[in-house]
T-cell receptor, first 116, second 111 residues
Framework: GAVVSQHPSRVICKSGTSVKIECRSLDFQATTMFWYRQFPKQSLMLMAT?????????EQGVEKDKFLINHASLTLSTLTVTSAHPEDSSFYICSARGLGGDYGYTFGSGTRLTVV | QKEVEQNSGPLSVPEGAIASLNCTYSDRGSQSFFWYRQYSGKSPELIMFIYSNGDKEDGRFTAQLNKASQYVSLLIRDSQPSDSATYLCAVPYQAGTALIFGKGTTLSVSS
């Protein structure tokens, strides 16, 4: 089945630094990748949608200059949290979609970001 | 703006009972519906999805759609303590686009 690898699983960084999260589709070509954020006791909130080779589309209220998304290949998308602050601490999850059908939503294992 | 609503629970059932989880959706034109299970600190895992043309059964899980009332249900038969988790309902913004998630229902199965 489709597998999406997300790294790192946990990261602690100092306030003001940047953190990069990678999301790789291992056995299929991910034409579209979605990035979600989940705060404790809350549901997944879509941050942005990225299509390979084009700029990401950000949801309202998500700062595109703070959350940089790159989808340079059909198997890799990255999310960089720039100048991280404690309020950016959250669980970040990517989802990749390949070709054909709604069953193509495969989720990564998530990244727990803690900014201190 | 599409919305997905779920009762946050917790829903408590004894082991072996049937757990019934519901989800309402705002867009009458929604064509596909997803149920995910999420354990604490983990990423969601797909339980099943259905299209607007019918219900679906997979093992102990059954997803049922009521288009007239715009809700979709997930029934878990013979509930096990390992089923204790948060269950998320989701629909795509549009076909092939990102999933919109409800807030999830927490299920607790007691042994």
């Amino acid at each position: 089945g489709a597998v999406v690898s997300q790294h790192p699983s946990r990261v602690i960084c100092k306030s003001g630094t940047s953190v990069k999260i990678e999301c790789r589709s291992l056995d299929f070509q991910a034409t579209t990748m979605f990035w979600y954020r989940q705060f404790p006791k809350q549901s997944l909130m879509l941050m942005a949608t990225s299509n390979e080779g084009s700029k990401a589309t950000y949801e309202q209220g998500v700062e595109k200059d703070k959350f940089l998304i790159n989808h340079a290949s059909l198997t890799l998308s990255t999310l960089t949290v720039t100048s991280a602050h404690p309020e950016d601490s959250s669980f970040y999850i990517c989802s990749a979609r390949g070709l054909g059908g709604d069953y193509g939503y495969t989720f990564g294992s998530g990244t727990r970001l803690t900014v201190v | 703006q599409k919305e997905v609503e779920q009762n946050s629970g917790p829903l408590s059932v004894p082991e072996g009972a049937i757990a019934s989880l519901n989800c309402t959706y705002s867009d009458r034109g929604s064509q596909s519906f997803f149920w995910y299970r999420q354990y604490s600190g983990k990423s969601p895992e797909l339980i099943m999805f259905i299209y607007s043309n019918g219900d679906k059964e997979d093992g102990r899980f059954t997803a049922q759609l009521n288009k007239a009332s715009q809700y979709v249900s997930l029934l878990i038969r013979d509930s096990q303590p390992s089923d204790s988790a948060t269950y998320l309902c989701a629909v795509p913004y549009q076909a092939g686009t990102a999933l919109i998630f409800g807030k999830g229902t927490t299920l607790s199965v007691s042994s």
